[in-house]
């Protein structure tokens, strides 16, 4: 069954530092987001992606984020310079666009971002 | 999209029914209602979705109250790997690939 895998599985990095967390999607999909999770509470979104540019975003995705598709397969989260409150689960999602009712999402298993 | 309630936490017995239940008394008429789930270290899957009439698939049934402002998810026979976090949430068909909004969703805890 086709999935969505990210990688890495986990990342430490210094504050200040850039990081960037890698996604690829299902194959066939048109729609992608990022999300994250910080320890013990929800899953916030982030921003969602289709035709090459932003959808829509949250107000946590600001001037140190950025995403891109930079080939037809990878979907990348750039944080140009982190934060300790960065420190979270950051999931990557992906649908269909079928232009009906619903568009279940599949989600990755995670990027365990750790800011020190 | 419209708030929904769902109770903090809940426990089961291994093989026993499980009935999780969602309020959303401000749905629309056109509001579609999802179930997610999110397992210990993982992402969030999707478990099933509905709009007015009772829906099953392989994993669960949706059972939608007739005025709509409330739902439950029932897992027929709960197994220690349904152990999850459980989030209801209202869609809007329209904007189909709008973000999902998550709640605190319902800590499910089965006991063997």
């Known amino acids: 069954e086709p999935e969505v895998t990210q990688t890495p599985s986990h990342q430490v990095t210094q504050m200040g530092q850039e990081v960037i967390l890698h996604c690829v999607p299902i194959?066939?999909?048109?729609?992608f987001y990022w999300y994250r999770q910080i320890l013990g509470q929800k899953v916030e979104f982030l921003v969602s992606?289709?035709?090459?540019?932003?959808?829509?975003k949250s107000e946590i995705f600001d001037d140190q984020f950025s995403v891109e598709r930079p080939d037809g397969s990878n979907f990348t989260l750039k944080i140009r310079s982190t934060k300790l409150e960065d420190s979270a689960m950051y999931f990557c999602?992906?649908?269909?666009?079928?232009?009906?009712?619903?568009?279940?999402?599949?989600f990755g298993p995670g990027t365990r971002l750790t800011v020190l | 999209d419209a708030k929904t309630t769902q109770p903090n936490s809940m426990e089961s017995n291994e093989e026993e029914p499980v009935h999780l239940p969602c309020n959303h008394s401000?749905?629309?008429?056109?509001?579609?209602i999802h179930w997610y789930r999110q397992l210990p270290s993982q992402g969030p899957e999707y478990v099933i979705h509905?709009?007015?009439s009772n829906v099953n698939n392989r994993m669960a049934s949706l059972a939608i109250a007739e005025d709509r402002k409330s739902s439950t998810l029932i897992l027929h026979r709960a197994t220690l790997r349904d152990a999850a976090v459980y989030y209801c949430?209202?869609?809007?068909?329209?904007?189909?690939?709008?973000?999902?909004?998550f709640g605190k969703g319902t800590r499910l805890s089965v006991i063997a």
């Open positions: 999602a992906s649908s269909e666009d079928h232009g009906s009712s619903y568009n279940e999402q599949f």
């Open positions: 194959s066939n999909h048109l729609y």
């Open positions: 992606f289709y035709n090459n540019e932003i959808s829509e």
């Open positions: 401000t749905i629309s008429g056109t509001d579609y």
């Open positions: 509905g709009l007015t």
């Open positions: 949430i209202l869609r809007d068909p329209i904007s189909g690939n709008t973000p999902l909004v």
